[in-house]
């Protein structure tokens, strides 16, 4: 795709949901950004909002944060820092999706003995994961929304360990259950959430249906049931504070090596932790006719995180074919 299809000062292209192009040919998305300065005054009042409540729950339960840890550079950057800047007592959670790069579980096992965290690894049966992540890649299951932050491959895996999270941290009552997203993957305004059983009954069941359709009652124990939406547990807030703390991809890396962690070489140029994530940006690639990260990065760009060539070339760098292949293989993909 050449410079032509893509905006002018981010890099969305023509092909992304909903675009449209001024004269000069800047993107939509572009001109309604509000600008650095309204940026940086809404991480303040959410860094505000995040110490208060720290004050307010920090000590109350046997954890304060429940990390959904992926092994990731974010997710690894985001734990560290809720442990020695904010002294949050941490049970780290990582949910194995049978396709976690051989390093990232190096790192994960790494990181969290020399962090001094809990940590638990959830590894559902293959046999399930197998046949969501094959219907995952014959088309949208979800709303359509959805495919413009994700590929419908990783809205599946995301769903099932964002509401097995939240129903561990129930069950559990811890006060937060927070995520290593870059500011790029959602925005400050949904940094920090306070779950709700309405609200939150209602976008599980968006997720939870076509999953059951495909596999049945076996993912029930990764969702929430009746009696957490009326159980006597309070529901936790959902944090993702790399948004409001700022993002620096030279400094998380610099941090994340003091602990031991080392970039997986067999992972695509947008994860540092899923060989999955290979096979699933290719064929949402075919069926959509964009990148997945497109908005991702289009957002880091604007926001003035990450260099506009650096995020093209991440976009147009081929998936790894010996990656793509051991995942086909797995799935029973011919």
Known sequence: MNSMNRCTRCILPETFPGIRFNKEGVCNFCLEFKGTDHLEDKMTEYKCRFMKLIDKY?????????????????STYTGIILKNEYKLDILAVTFDNGFI?????????????????????????????????????????????TIERASVICTSCMGLIKYHALRMAIEKNIP???????????????????????????????????????????????????????????????????????????????????????????????STNCLLNSYANIVHKEQFHF???????????????????????????????????LVRRRLGIE
């Open 58 to 74: 920090k000590g109350k339960s046997d954890y304060d944060a429940l990390m959904c840890y992926s092994g990731g550079k974010d």
């Open 101 to 145: 790069s051989e390093q990232a579980l190096r790192n994960i096992r790494t990181v969290v003995e020399n962090l001094g965290i809990d940590h638990i690894i959830v590894r559902p049966r293959f046999d399930i994961l197998k046949r969501i992540f094959r219907e995952s890649g014959n088309g949208n299951l979800f709303p359509s929304k």
């Open 176 to 270: 937060f259950v927070a995520y290593g997203w870059s500011p790029g993957q959602a925005p400050i305004t949904s940094s920090i959430m306070k779950n709700n059983p309405q609200m939150t009954k209602m976008m599980q069941e968006s997720i939870y249906k076509p999953l059951h359709t495909i596999v049945g009652d076996a993912i029930n124990p990764y969702f929430l049931e009746e009696e957490h939406f009326s159980g006597s547990h309070p529901f936790p807030h959902t944090i993702h504070p790399l948004a409001f703390l700022g993002y620096d991809e030279e400094k998380i890396y610099e941090t994340i090596h003091e602990y031991g962690w080392k970039a997986p070489k067999d992972t695509d140029a947008n």
């Open 291 to 325: 990148h997945p990260y497109s908005l991702e990065l289009a957002n880091l760009v604007r926001e003035g995180y990450l260099d506009r060539e650096l995020a093209i070339e991440r976009i147009d760098k081929i998936e790894a074919p010996e990656t793509v292949a």
